[in-house]
């Protein structure tokens, strides 16, 4: 990248950041909606701090200059990888594909659990404080302990009908969506093109839930596989359940549909997301199994995702249009 675009990337970072502060103004001013509100304010509250943290570190850019081949390598490298080749931070040797972390066939696990222990050492002792390259590496590491978060908190307003906010006027609105728009331009360029559109998110749904529990896989599938897998498959059954819900069944607590198609809409970008790590795992192959030897892993994976991404899209279409049928 030429120093015009890397000091254009710097702008569009400042920019972001302003931007997203001018929400999260409106955000705190405006009436907290239960508990839920208060998680959900909390939890973007921390999204802005591991933003400014990352885009504090990536300011001056790779440390060095950075090959064809690791451009290249980086495409398809795991976030943390290509984070330590931006910011030089070493990394421990072993840790990627680390066996005593179960099936986890690409270091998800072992990235975050690394990283936990970096935080927890370094808010013990103060006199081992870590550097803001250190630091900026282990958040991105437990992306998916976030992204599970606020999976969590998608399907609670989906199944409980309370939403967190108050209806957010226009420019609150367009003031959120230019700054996560502006971030990861401005990430991209001062990166040197490393740190590529949509990587984030890619990283936090294929690692998702990676740091809690123990690591270890108890049913002979990738941890971080199965994980991402359960989380589309819960969020199209909790879209799937709240259109039922308010066309027909009435069950659930009432939402407007404003409230409903917004829950709707980022449920289902959590599961195009979800789909765009997917394709970058290897796939396992289990060959058949149960009492008949009959069910193929394969076929029953794409038959559990397309059962519910049917009745996902049914719901979805109940829910978004206007108006609801008698009870």
């Known amino acids: 990248m ?153 399907i609670a307003v989906l199944l409980s009908g309370s939403f967190p906010t108050a209806e957010p006027p226009p420019a609150a609105l367009v003031a959120l969506v230019a700054s996560q728009l502006l971030l990861t331009l401005g990430h991209f360029l001062v990166s040197d093109g490393l740190v590529r559109p949509g990587s984030r998110l890619r990283w936090s749904m294929a690692s998702i839930g990676a740091g809690f529990g123990d690591g270890v896989s108890r049913t002979g599938l990738p941890i971080r596989w199965t994980a991402t897998l359960a989380t589309m498959v819960s969020l199209n059954l909790a879209v799937s359940l709240r259109g039922v819900s308010d066309r027909w069944t009435h069950g659930l607590g009432a939402m407007t549909h404003e409230q409903r198609v917004t829950s709707m809409l980022v449920a289902a970008w959590m599961v195009g997301w979800g789909l765009a790590a997917l394709r970058t795992m290897p796939q396992p192959q289990l060959g058949y199994y149960g009492a008949t030897r009959r069910l193929e892993e394969t076929s029953t994976r794409r038959l559990a995702l397309g059962a519910t991404f049917t009745v996902a899209a049914v719901g979805m279409v109940a829910g978004m249009l206007p108006g609801g049928l008698p009870t």
Do not use: C, K, Q, Y
Not at 21 to 35: K, N
Not at 67 to 79: H, I, K
Not at 117 to 136: E, F, P
């Open 2 to 154: 030429t120093t015009a675009a890397r000091w254009t990337g710097r702008l569009f970072v400042v920019l972001s950041l302003l931007l997203w502060l001018g929400w999260l103004a409106w955000r705190i001013a405006s009436p907290v909606l239960g508990l839920l509100g208060v998680v959900v304010l909390l939890a973007e509250l921390a999204a802005i701090v591991v933003a400014a943290v990352l885009s504090t570190a990536l300011w001056r850019g790779p440390t060095r200059v950075v090959t064809n081949a690791e451009r290249t390598a980086a495409r398809d490298a795991a976030l943390p990888s290509t984070i330590a080749v931006v910011l030089g931070v070493d990394t421990p040797a072993g840790v990627v594909g680390a066996s005593s972390n179960g099936n986890d066939d690409a270091g998800e696990v072992a990235w975050a659990r690394h990283a936990l222990r970096s935080l927890h050492s370094s808010l013990r002792r103060r006199s081992d404080r870590m550097g803001l390259g250190a630091l900026a590496w282990s958040l991105v590491a437990v992306e998916g302990m976030r992204r599970l978060v606020s999976v969590g908190l998608v």
